[in-house]
């Protein structure tokens, strides 16, 4: 059964990058040809999502993020990561990672969560 | 950009209650349409793709209907344990744009 495992920093400083990495077990992320997610939740606020990344570098990002977001994939690590710069208070969040049910394909709903973690962005 | 709609917002039944959620799309979706549940403190959880596939291991009182423009996620008889946030998505192509919620309590 594959699992996905958030972690990084919970807190990250105004201006600064917040860096979380994704961790799947259970499964080989070169084997799996996902395009593997970002979501996040905001304190009081719905489901935002990020963006989603594919093994092969085709990447969809959420325009209002696109400017300040990567995702990227590390095949040896079986990890895949997200980078948002800049951050402000806004960018406070459960972060979570996610699994599309499909593979190939950003076109599908997402069926596997990892546990999130939060990032509180604050001086 | 698609933008997606819920509504309510919020909503109080009693347990047993039929609920139902709306979703709307500015633009068809065709039936590329999901629907997760969140409770409190706990991760999000598909419940409907397809706009009407039950994802496995969920109960038979979820369901859900539509295509195009209009969706409906129905609770047919509303359990203490259904208290939550429900959300749509859409995914036909990016951005997945999530809808804005619809936290369900018991009255």
């Known amino acids: 059964q594959l699992q996905l495992q958030e972690s990084g920093p919970g807190l990250v400083k105004p201006s600064e990058t917040l860096s979380l990495t994704c961790t799947v077990s259970?499964?080989?992320?070169?084997?799996?040809?996902?395009?593997w997610g970002w979501v996040r939740r905001p304190p009081g606020k719905g489901l935002e999502w990020i963006g989603s990344?594919?093994?092969?570098?085709?990447?969809y990002y959420n325009p209002s993020l696109r400017s300040r977001v990567t995702i990227s994939i590390d095949t040896s690590k079986n990890q895949f990561s997200l980078k948002l710069r800049s951050v402000t208070v806004a960018d406070t969040a459960v972060y979570y990672c996610?699994?599309?049910?499909?593979?190939?394909?950003?076109?599908?709903?997402?069926?596997?969560w990892g546990r999130g973690t939060k990032v509180t962005v604050s001086s | 950009d698609i933008q997606m709609t819920q509504s309510p917002s919020s909503l109080s039944a009693s347990v047993g209650d039929r609920v139902t959620i709306t979703c709307r799309a500015n633009?068809?979706?065709?039936?590329?349409l999901a629907w997760y549940q969140q409770k409190p403190g706990k991760v999000p959880e598909l419940l409907i793709y397809?706009?009407?596939t039950l994802q496995s291991g969920v109960p038979s009182r979820f369901s859900g209907s539509g295509s195009g423009t209009d969706f409906t996620l129905t609770i047919s008889s509303l359990q203490p344990e259904d208290v939550a946030t429900y959300y749509c998505?859409?995914?036909?192509?990016?951005?997945?744009?999530f809808g804005g919620g619809t936290k369900v309590e018991i009255k």
């Open positions: 996610a699994r599309p049910r499909g593979r190939n394909s950003a076109s599908f709903a997402f069926d596997i």
């Open positions: 259970g499964g080989s992320i070169s084997s799996n040809p996902y395009y």
């Open positions: 397809g706009a009407s």
């Open positions: 998505q859409k995914y036909n192509s990016a951005p997945l744009t």
């Open positions: 990344f594919h093994y092969t570098g085709s990447s």
């Open positions: 633009q068809g979706i065709s039936n590329f």
